[in-house]
């Protein structure tokens, strides 16, 4: 008896070889089996591992996964998992334990997804997960940046609003799309769709200070206490600003941690600094130009061409003579007549000193790291300071004058003659009248001064005194 084809083939599956040959047969039958064939599943499955949502699973049965999501299961897939009792009530213990932590401070501050509910609701009321984590997204590539760029990511919001008055501009929908598009906040018209809706809530435009405020972050009550303690320092007056010179002269760069360390250079940590306070006269963020900036600070590169700190001239031809004709001194011209890398004239509003370490606040998770970073940079102006007010004291820092001693020959009236110490010396040389008396030889100063020495000696008690020697026994 004779094995149909189909059995044989059948049978054959067993074998490695053929289980190979028929693995996409196989995968297609499971396809057929589980309903993906049609246009409809195929396209829903896609989305699914797009938005990369977890499947919905209530609290009591079993818990929310943690960490990013595989994207496996479809939204909807998988329906609520059935753990045992005895281990329910542990899970209910985490989950609140979970809970409470994802709810605690996040750098010092309240968490992002507060402070975007917070400052800016949706319209509804409820954030899906697909806008929540657009948000975050936008949020962390703004604040990615670092907070020196902030002031010109507010300018380029500011530029490109069409909407509401100079100071509270506002971004229309057209607006905010080409210009987070460009600047990488966004990654799609999808996102920036549901991002400008949820910041909107529900009307046309978005204020532009509103966007900014969400991405500096917020400032907890004891880290602002810090902040406008050490403003109080830098200002003492109160005036409200402080000039940029000033600010550099007292705010020491080189006790900044990143200095200090070594992750940062002493040049590239001002100019990020005088970026983040909006006191910088440099063009955009290029990472080419900071790279060869660093690459020339740690003397590894010579200075780019057209670098105001230092960089070779631009328009001044170098090496061999040409046949036109150079001006003397026209390199040297050129690198003096350079704008500075900022404005010295500049004054720094207390605002943005306090914006600038908000948005530095959201990077610096522990308290005490955050305030030595802020009072560190003062310590060497007020060494120097006090320093040098010890120098510039008027009066002696121990009591008076110290007396002096000159042991003098003297005549009283009854022709008696004594030795007689004189304790005040002090303006007897300039009476001379003579140059080289101010040396502490008192018998140079000749006889112009003996009449007042005999008078302060009777003013020491020295009663019936005639007349001194001023000279040496």
């Keep these: 008896m004779t094995t149909p084809r189909s059995s044989v083939s059948a049978v054959g599956l ?64 998988t329906g609520p998992v059935a753990v045992p009792t005895e281990a329910a009530g542990s899970e209910v213990e985490h989950a609140g334990q979970s809970r409470r932590l994802c709810e605690g401070s996040i750098y010092g ?71 987070t598009m460009a600047e990488g906040l966004c990654r799609s018209y999808h996102e920036c769709e549901r991002v400008f809706r949820h910041f909107a809530r529900g009307r046309q435009s978005v204020p532009v200070d509103a966007l900014i405020t969400v991405a500096r972050g917020s400032l907890e009550s004891g880290r602002a206490a810090i902040v406008r303690e050490v403003w109080s320092q830098l200002d003492p007056q109160g005036k409200g600003s402080v000039q940029v010179l000033d600010l550099l002269e007292m705010f020491d760069i080189r006790r900044l941690p990143d200095v200090r360390f070594g992750r940062q250079d002493v040049e590239g940590a001002r100019r990020e600094l005088l970026e983040g306070m909006n006191a910088s006269l440099s063009g955009g963020p290029d990472r080419s130009n900071d790279y060869a900036l660093e690459e020339s600070a740690a003397c590894r590169r010579p200075r780019p061409v057209g670098d105001p700190s230092g960089g070779g001239p631009v328009s001044a031809p170098a090496g061999r003579p040409d046949v036109r004709f150079r001006s003397t001194g026209d390199a040297r011209s050129e690198v ?13 509003s207390i605002g943005d000193f306090e914006a600038y370490w908000t948005a530095m606040s959201s990077g610096i998770p522990q308290d005490e790291v955050f ?36 042991r003098l020959f003297g005549t009283f009236g009854d022709g008696s003659q004594r ?55």
């Design 336 to 348: 003096a007549g350079r704008p500075p890398a900022f404005n010295p004239d500049a004054q720094i």
């Design 14 to 77: 067993g074998t490695p070889r053929a289980s190979n040959v028929s693995s996409p047969l196989q995968r297609g039958a499971e396809a057929m089996l589980l309903g993906k064939t049609t246009p409809a599943a195929r396209a829903a499955e896609k989305r699914a591992l797009t938005c990369a949502r977890p499947p919905p699973r209530s609290q009591p049965e079993a818990m929310s996964p943690a960490g990013k999501s595989t994207g496996i299961h479809p939204p909807g897939a």
């Design 419 to 473: 030795v007689l110490v004189l304790r005040n010396d002090e303006g007897l040389e300039h009476l001379s009248a003579a140059a080289g008396t101010g040396d502490g030889q008192f018998w140079t100063w000749g006889p112009k001064v003996q009449g007042e020495v005999v008078r302060r000696l009777q003013a020491d008690g020295f009663i019936g005194l005639k007349s001194v020697q001023l000279r040496p026994f």
């Design 109 to 179: 501050g309240a968490p992002v997804f507060e402070e975007m509910t917070n400052h800016l609701p949706s319209e509804d009321g409820a954030l899906d997960d697909e806008t929540a984590r657009f948000v975050r997204q936008f949020v962390s590539r703004a604040r990615g940046r670092g907070a020196h760029r902030l002031p010109r990511l507010a300018l380029l919001l500011r530029n490109a609003s069409s909407l509401g008055t100079s100071g509270k501009e506002e971004l229309s929908q057209l607006d905010f799309t080409p210009v």
């Design 371 to 406: 305030e030595q970073t802020l009072r560190s940079p003062l310590t060497n102006y007020q060494a120097h300071g006090k320093a040098q007010a010890e120098r510039l004291r008027i009066h002696p820092p121990h009591g008076g004058l110290k007396p002096c001693n000159l």
